[in-house]
């Protein structure tokens, strides 16, 4: 009966066109490490320039929508960052693409602030903290998506009440006061034991566990 499912799943994908993850590097996720305190000069988040957006998808289409940084900080030394910590206010969490449709948007917002994703009233924040950052250099054959990466970033990931530590590339530039870091990857949300709907037997109603997560952070001092 599985397989028939899985059968019968991959033939609707190909009828409706099933929506997969943006094409992005995928983020390496093992368990998490030790942090190490930053040390060096202090650059602190430029909340309302900085952005994180996510993408979701589902075999009928897919959403998107931002993230809004509460605080934190970055160390650097001379031009290699030693350490530091990103807070997102998951109570910020907003779907953009619905926007048109004010009942829908909220329906939306309001399911993945829930308890069935990220549980927002019990988990008001997620924590990202740094805990290696070093130049970039792509495996043999590795193509990364990410043109011009300079950097391979490696942190802790809080969701929830699971932490797990993810590494993925990233374009970082320093001026003289301040620090710019890009990046666009894919996660599996399910490693952070958010698996709601995540079953590919269930075919229109399935939510894939893979997430985009785009961000552009700017911190200065």
């Known amino acids: 009966m599985r397989k028939l499912l899985s059968v019968i799943f991959v033939a609707t994908c190909y009828t409706i066109a099933c ?3 943006p094409k992005a590097d995928k983020a390496t996720i093992t368990e998490a490490q030790t942090v190490q305190p930053g040390t060096g000069n202090a650059y602190l988040p430029d909340t309302a320039a900085s952005r994180v957006e996510w993408v979701g998808t589902k075999p009928t289409g897919k959403h998107h929508g931002i993230l809004k940084l509460a605080g934190g900080a970055l160390y650097a030394q001379d031009s290699t960052i030693t350490g530091g910590q990103f807070i997102i206010n998951m109570n910020s969490l907003q779907d953009v693409d619905l926007a048109p449709d004010t009942a829908m948007q909220h329906k939306l917002e309001n399911e993945l602030k829930g308890q069935m994703f990220f549980d927002v009233k019990k988990y008001p924040r997620a ?6 950052v070093t130049p970039f250099q792509p495996a ?3 193509l990364p998506t990410l ?3 300079t950097h391979t970033i490696n942190g802790n990931l809080t969701l929830k009440d699971a932490t797990k530590n993810i590494s ?3 374009i970082i530039s320093f001026s003289k006061h301040r620090i710019r870091a890009v990046a666009n990857f894919n996660i599996d949300r399910t490693q952070w034991g958010i698996s709601y709907r995540a079953d590919k037997s269930l075919q229109d109603k399935l939510i894939n566990s893979q997430v985009n997560i ?3 952070i700017s911190a200065t001092r």
């Open 168 to 170: 993925f590339p990233a």
């Open 147 to 149: 043109k011009n990466a």
């Open 214 to 216: 785009s961000f552009d």
């Open 127 to 132: 924590t990202f903290e740094i805990t290696r």
């Open 140 to 142: 043999v054959g590795d």
């Open 19 to 21: 929506e997969q993850a």
